[in-house]
């Protein structure tokens, strides 16, 4: 799965390659591009020779260009030239030596003419043959041709044609046989893969769409990009698009059309262009290309009464004019469909005296006229597709007299299509469909035996079972409210797969508390229904602790009381009456260390404190107990040097603790 990122570098089948140059030919080899190769055909027939022009520039944006002739017997360079926007025209003095002064190849360096105001000029090279002043002389007025003369002439001028082996920015062209053929020089150019998000209000789309390879959703500008991925290249070479691509939280909704995805490289529409197409009685439209593939915006401009002395015919400047339309983006080929998102409205119109020509009545507008401007709403017009500028006097908006407004003539306007006559550039374009994710909200209970549940008494943690381990597993620690619900914070989930997560207690302080070690597995699958939505199924299972069934997510703590002891022992004295507090005993632990130290009851009965178990101490428990002999003997005492063992066992049986 792929994150949503402006750009991205890996090329996911995204090729670049020069175009394959024909058998018995050579490209250049090295950093060095290739863009045409001429077979002088015609030429080499008639003088016995086998050469071929090959014409190469670096990969960036110079025009700067080496042309080559080649032998093609030998693959030698037998002449080289360098062509440059200042170099003219530059000749091989080979072919004039082969031809016998009949025929010169020469190359030349040609700005170009726009194809369209859209589009730059495009340099060229073009490629011909200057005829030797032998035979132009054959056709020199007053001169007669006998009919070798004729037939000489015939044979020269044949010689010029030539065939086009390679021709890189026109392909269609390769193979050709022509005289005086040309070649574009390429530009470098950033040929991209484009990801987008579509518009789930444009009417092409379709929700319930299964199939992406069906293309029917048309772009309408609003769709937004997800990501991109661009190489450079060169005009002409063959090219293979980025391939599909899977984003978090969204799908693909359509693919690229495959007329896009592979070919020939050609120069996209330059962004930011702008160029006016249409100019009259102080209107421009003016377009700018906001789309490499010729998508444009179109304004409507209107030059203002108060400004009329900035009023500037053919230029891009709108000083003093005032913008009255801007449309939305518009697809090559296409024109206005919806609502405009800039309309000026109402304009007003010069200052004039207006006389009913019925009546005779005179009304003054020392400071104009408001009129509207609006969409073309006449029958007969396409919805949205035209504007009407209204007349506003003084050739502003039609090319009518004063005299009209004056006689009250109302409707008097130009009407402008809003349009994009632009030839596409076709881009791949992949479109996907923001998938809304699904939620999931983890819970487990927890049920206590023994006392009432206190609102966040346990504690319980959930965490990520995370194959990546060099990514971070989520984790989140909760606990329970009074009611034994233990509920984990919503977990989102934007594509398609199967996520674990295990749920455990964190073991308390409470001594008097059994804690329950059960795991609860919780899996989440996440998968796609028939509308392409995404949904999820929970299922839980559980291991180890206290639990009691296979699918178990109730976690049981039992309070535990402790269990108490104590221990006994008679104390006897021979010869004379036992005394009150008279020997002492002391109750160690299997360490030897002191526990407790007591003395006798006048009755002999020697009694310790109870000693108490709880629920940690379940184990078997060591303890002696002994006389204490006095530093100072009693005279004809004999003391009791016995130890007593005692043995205690703490042991849970049915979650309750027994002492034995």
């Not at 991925?229 to 391939?243: L, V």
Request: proline share 5%.
């Amino acid at each position: 799965m792929g994150k949503v990122t402006p750009e991205i570098r890996d090329a996911n089948g995204a090729t670049v390659r020069s175009q394959t140059v024909p058998a018995g030919y050579a490209a250049k080899e090295g950093d060095w591009y290739t863009y045409s190769i001429v077979d002088l055909e015609e030429f080499n027939k008639r003088y016995n020779t086998n050469y071929y022009s090959r014409s190469y520039k670096r990969f960036d944006d110079s025009t700067d260009t080496i042309v080559e002739l080649i032998d093609k017997t030998t693959g030698n360079v037998v002449e080289t030239r360098t062509i440059t926007a200042t170099s003219g025209v530059q000749k091989f003095t080979t072919t004039a030596t082969a031809s016998r002064g009949e025929l010169t190849y020469q190359v030349d360096y040609d700005k170009g003419t726009p194809a369209s105001k859209a589009e730059p000029a495009q340099p060229f090279l073009q490629y011909g043959y200057e005829v030797g002043a032998s035979i132009q002389a054959l056709v020199a007025p007053g001169h007669q041709l006998t009919p070798d003369e004729q037939k000489l002439y015939d044979a020269v001028y044949a010689a010029r044609t030539s065939r086009d082996i390679i021709n890189v920015v026109e392909p269609a062209y390769n193979g050709r046989t022509i005289t005086d053929t040309n070649s574009k020089i390429p530009a470098f150019v950033e040929k991209t893969t484009y990801y987008r998000v579509v518009d789930k209000n444009n009417a092409t789309f379709n929700a319930g769409k299964t199939d992406p390879a069906v293309q029917d959703y048309e772009p309408n500008g609003n769709e937004v990009d997800l990501a991109k991925y661009t190489t450079k290249a060169m005009e002409g070479q063959n090219f293979t698009a980025s391939g599909e691509r899977q984003f978090d939280g969204y799908k693909l909704y359509q693919k690229a059309d495959p007329d896009s995805t592979s070919g020939y490289v050609s120069r996209p529409y330059k962004v930011g262009t702008k160029f006016i197409d249409a100019e009259r009685a102080g209107i421009k439209r003016i377009k700018e290309i906001v789309d490499e593939d010729g998508t444009v915006v179109v304004r409507v401009y209107l030059l203002d009464p108060k400004q009329q002395s900035k009023r500037s015919d053919g230029s891009l400047s709108t000083d003093g004019y005032m913008l009255l339309a801007e449309t939305k983006p518009i697809k090559p080929g296409d024109y206005n469909k919806q609502e405009l998102a800039v309309k000026k409205t109402p304009l007003t119109t010069i200052p004039y005296t207006e006389t009913n020509p019925k009546t005779g009545a005179v009304t003054q507008y020392p400071n104009g006229k408001e009129v509207p401007f609006d969409f073309q709403k006449a029958a007969g017009y396409t919805p949205y597709k035209t504007v009407f500028v209204p007349f506003l006097g003084d050739n502003i908006g039609h090319l009518s007299p004063n005299a009209q407004l004056e006689r009250g003539v109302n409707g008097i306007g130009t009407n402008v299509d809003l349009l994009n006559s632009l030839t596409p550039y076709k881009q791949p374009v992949y479109y996907y469909v923001k998938q809304e994710p699904v939620e999931v909200t983890p819970e487990v209970e927890k049920q206590l035996e023994g006392r009432v549940l206190a609102n966040g008494e346990f504690t319980f943690k959930l965490k990520e079972v995370q194959p990546n381990k060099s990514l971070p597993a989520h984790e989140e620690t909760v606990t329970n409210k009074a009611d034994g619900k233990a509920t984990f914070s919503k977990l989102t989930f934007n594509k398609v797969g199967t996520y674990t997560y295990t749920i455990t207690e964190t073991p308390g302080s409470d001594a008097n508390v059994e804690y329950d070690a059960m795991t609860v597995t919780m899996t989440v699958k996440v998968t796609e229904n028939a509308q392409g939505d995404l949904q999820a199924t929970v299922k839980y299972s559980a291991e180890g602790g206290f639990k009691s069934s296979a699918d178990d997510k109730i976690f049981n703590n039992y309070v535990v009381a402790p269990v108490k002891t104590k221990f006994d022992f008679t104390k006897k004295l021979a010869g004379r009456e036992l005394k009150d507090g008279e020997f002492k005993f002391v109750l160690k632990d299997a360490n030897g260390q002191e526990v407790e130290t007591v003395t006798n009851k006048a009755d002999g009965t020697v009694t310790f404190t109870e000693l108490s178990f709880d629920n940690s101490k379940v184990g078997t428990h060591t303890y002696t107990v002994e006389e204490v002999v006095p530093a100072a003997k009693e005279a004809g005492m004999v003391y009791d040097t016995m130890k007593a063992t005692i043995t205690v066992e703490v042991a849970k049986w049915s979650h309750i603790n027994n002492c034995n």
